[in-house]
């Protein structure tokens, strides 16, 4: 037995789902992405999101319409008389038609612990705000934001220094099996929902430009949250002297180190440890624009850095 399905995703951190899922066996008569986007040096080139050239090489229809709001996409995905359809960062809402179209409803792969990180960038908002755990839930999703009940969870570790690129691939390798055990559960009748907590609600609202840009004048503490749980991308950022010229540099790991602060900003070439409001920090990787990223020690054996900015 198998069940009738159609997945909905976009990034690279969808695949493997949508890769265990048909290797399990189900029927999946269906995926949808977002459309293609410009790439290339020049934004010509029009290039498939990850889930979309996965499904073409399963020999998967593709569909990427820009809503769902449109009575004509909701008769065709009401059409594919789905048991159920599979979301995991598609990055479009699901109208009330839509969810209530597969025989099962449409179930959520999110990466936080509900209710903590409802909403789009749960990864990089746990990591910022210090969280100690995170994990991967699967939701049954009803018309609110990551509202739905919860079918099965998986809960890890957040290390001190993890990144959210990190953190992504962890919560990555955990998401697919979990998938497909819940689908096996619900194709048994097995499959037990527990509504929501209603406490420790909070909202990982989209990281904004403002929020990249690092000023040291606050605690080391926090801005290593902030530099760790903005990397890879879109990566927090300042402006160093190098070798002389002020540029612009992405921070892309950093750790706490002991020390009094000599004041916001004051650097120790040597080492890359910033001194900043209360405490100090050691960038231990980091990209100049338009550079290629490297380790600290790499990047100190080719240029020299006097101030931060």
Known sequence: MSLRLAFM???????PVLEALHQAGHEIVAVYSQPPRPAGRRGLELTPTPVASAAEKLGIE???PKSLKDRQEQERFSSFKLDAAI??????????AILGAPRFG???GHASLLPRWRGAAPIQRAIMAGDKKTGMMIMKMDEGLDTGPIALSKSIDIA???TAGELYDKLEKIAAPL???AMEKLEQGDLTLTPQKSEGETYAKKITKDETRIDWSKPAKELQKRICGLSPFPGSWCEMEISGKRERVKLLKATLVAGSSLGAGHIDPKTLTIHCGKGCLQITRLQKAGGKAMDAETFLHGFHVTKVY
Not at 9 to 15: A, D, I, K, L, N
């Open 179 to 181: 998938m497909v055990k």
């Open 62 to 64: 593709v569909l990427t």
């Open 9 to 15: 995703g976009t990034p690279e951190f969808s695949v």
């Open 106 to 108: 449409c179930f959520n």
């Open 160 to 162: 001190p220094d993890m």
């Open 87 to 96: 979301v995991v960062a598609y990055g479009l809402l699901l109208p009330k």
